[in-house]
C-alpha cells in the first residue's frame, strides 16, 4: 500500500519494517481548554446555595477553596451564559453553569504514529511510549485519539459509500501512557463493536475459565505483550489470575488500580524468553485474556517481578507510593488554580518497558485470522533476535511460532 499525500514513506530513516507509512501533526503550543457544564438542582427550597458554595462543595478534587475564588475572580464561570465574578452570587434553581478551563500546555508527548496495517474496517498503529490513547487529565489534546481526528482518511471509493463509515477511525482498547506498540482502531462502527466485543469477552472469559488448558479456548483475538522485569522467574511459564480493582492513592480522585482480592477478574500468562542473570532481569512474553487497567504491570509486581523501572508498582502488586514531607509545589501545575501535580508517581508516569508485541484475530467482516505485529525496541530483544535482526531483519521467538500454531 503506498503512502498517502502528506503522510511519510516507510524509507530509509523513516518508520521500522513492517511499518506501511507514519503520520501526525506537530502539537500546538497551547491546547484549547475545557468547558465543564452543570445544571443546578436545589434540594432545599428555602436553603440558599452561593456559586462558591456550589464548586467547592461539588468539585473539591479539582480545587481547593481558594483555587476556586480565584477563577471566579478570574472569569471563568458563567451562570446562564453571563460571566459571574462574585463566588457569593446565589443560584437559582435550574441555573446552567459553566467553567472554563484554562488553554495550558501539556506535558511533551510525541506525535508521529506508524501505521502497521489498514484495510476498509480497521488500522493497527504502533504507538509510541509516552503518548497517551484518549484524553485524560494533563493531556486532552496530545493523545492518539486527536491525531485520528486531524489526518484526512481518504477511503477507497468502495469503503466512502459504505453506510457505517466513521469521519476518523477510534481506538477499541486502551493502552497505558507509557506502554508502546499495537494499538487497534476501528475505521467502522459495525468493525468497532465487533472489536470491543473481542475484548470485553475475554475480560468475561477470566472470570469463569481459570483452568490453563482453556487459555485460547473460543478466542477470537490474543493479544501478547513483551516486558522487561526485575529478578530471575524461576518458572517458564506462570499464570497470574489475581483480581484487580481500585484503591485509595493520594492525588488520584478516582482511585488507583491495584491487586485487590475485592477486584474484578484477570488472567495473564508469562513466559520467559530470557533470563538476564548478569543485570537481574528477566525477559518476558505476556499473553493477556483480560484487559483490566495497567493489568501487566499489576500482575507481575504482584508475583514479585515488577517492571525495570515502572514508577508506580512495587511487589504484591500495590504502589510503592510512602507519604512524602511537603515540599515547595511545581506552580506550573497551579496557575489557574488547582492543585499542583502530585508529587509521588502516578499511574500515567513512564519509564518502564513494556510493549504491545503482537496479535491475532478473527477479522470483524472477513472471519479470516488476521497477524499484526509491532516491531520491538531494542532493549526488549532477545539475544538471538538481535542477531537474526541484524542479519535477515525478521525472526519469530519460540513462544510466538507456537501461539501462532495452536491457532490454526
Known amino acids: 500500500m503506498a503512502a498517502a499525500e502528506g ?18 501533526t506537530p502539537w500546538p503550543e497551547l491546547n484549547q481548554g475545557l468547558s465543564y457544564s452543570d445544571t443546578f438542582r436545589c434540594a432545599d427550597a428555602d436553603a440558599a446555595t452561593t456559586l462558591i458554595e456550589f464548586y467547592s462543595t461539588n468539585y473539591n478534587s479539582s480545587a481547593p477553596l481558594p483555587g476556586w475564588i480565584k477563577r471566579i475572580r478570574n472569569g471563568q464561570i458563567t451562570v446562564d451564559g453571563e460571566v459571574v465574578t462574585d463566588p457569593d452570587t446565589t443560584l437559582r434553581h435550574g441555573s446552567k453553569l459553566v467553567y472554563h478551563r484554562l488553554p495550558w500546555q501539556e506535558p511533551f508527548a510525541p506525535y ?11 488500522v493497527a498503529l504502533n504507538k509510541p511510549s509516552g503518548l497517551q490513547v484518549l484524553p485524560k487529565g494533563l493531556f486532552q489534546q496530545r493523545t492518539v485519539l ?52 473481542y475484548f470485553a469477552e475475554g475480560a468475561i472469559n477470566a472470570g469463569n475459565k481459570r483452568d490453563k488448558s482453556e487459555f485460547k479456548e473460543e478466542r477470537k483475538i490474543l493479544k501478547f505483550y513483551r516486558a522487561l522485569v ?27 488500580y491495584a491487586a485487590c482480592s475485592s477486584g ?9 524468553l530470557e533470563r538476564l542473570a548478569h543485570q537481574n532481569h528477566t525477559l518476558v512474553q505476556v499473553e493477556i485474556h483480560s484487559g483490566r487497567p495497567h493489568q501487566i504491570r499489576i500482575h507481575l509486581a504482584y508475583i514479585g517481578h515488577p517492571l525495570v523501572d515502572d514508577p508506580l ?12 514531607e511537603s515540599t515547595a509545589p511545581d506552580s506550573s501545575f497551579a496557575y489557574d488554580g488547582g492543585y499542583e ?15 504491545a ?52
Open 146 to 197: 486527536a491525531q485520528l481526528q486531524m489526518k484526512d482518511w481518504k477511503m477507497t471509493s468502495c469503503c466512502s459509500k459504505r453506510k457505517h463509515v466513521q469521519s476518523h477511525p477510534v481506538p477499541v482498547h486502551r493502552l497505558g501512557r507509557g506502554t508502546s506498540g499495537l494499538l487497534l482502531c476501528a475505521k467502522t462502527k459495525v468493525a468497532k463493536v465487533w472489536l470491543a466485543s
Open 230 to 256: 526485575t529478578g530471575i522467574l524461576d518458572n517458564d511459564e506462570v499464570v497470574v489470575t489475581q483480581p484487580i480493582g481500585l484503591v485509595h492513592y493520594p492525588g488520584v480522585a478516582e482511585g488507583l
Open 112 to 122: 508521529l504514529l506508524e501505521v502497521l496495517y489498514e484495510d476498509d474496517d480497521m
Open 264 to 272: 474484578k477478574p484477570a488472567m495473564s500468562k508469562v513466559c520467559v
Open 313 to 324: 508498582y512495587g511487589i504484591g502488586g500495590h504502589p510503592k507510593f510512602v507519604e512524602l
Open 357 to 408: 508485541h503482537w496479535l491475532v484475530l478473527c477479522h470483524p467482516t472477513t472471519n479470516k485470522m488476521v497477524k499484526i505485529t509491532a516491531p520491538l525496541p531494542q532493549i526488549l530483544q532477545t539475544q538471538e533476535e538481535c542477531r537474526a535482526i541484524f542479519e535477515r531483519g525478521t525472526f519469530t521467538s519460540r513462544c510466538e511460532h507456537e501461539a501462532t500454531l495452536a491457532l490454526r
Open 7 to 24: 503522510e511519510t514513506p516507510v524509507d530509509d530513516g523513516a518508520p521500522p519494517p513492517g511499518a506501511l507509512y507514519s503520520f501526525g
Open 341 to 355: 501535580r502530585p508529587l509521588q508517581p502516578v499511574p500515567g508516569d513512564c519509564g518502564y518497558h513494556l510493549h
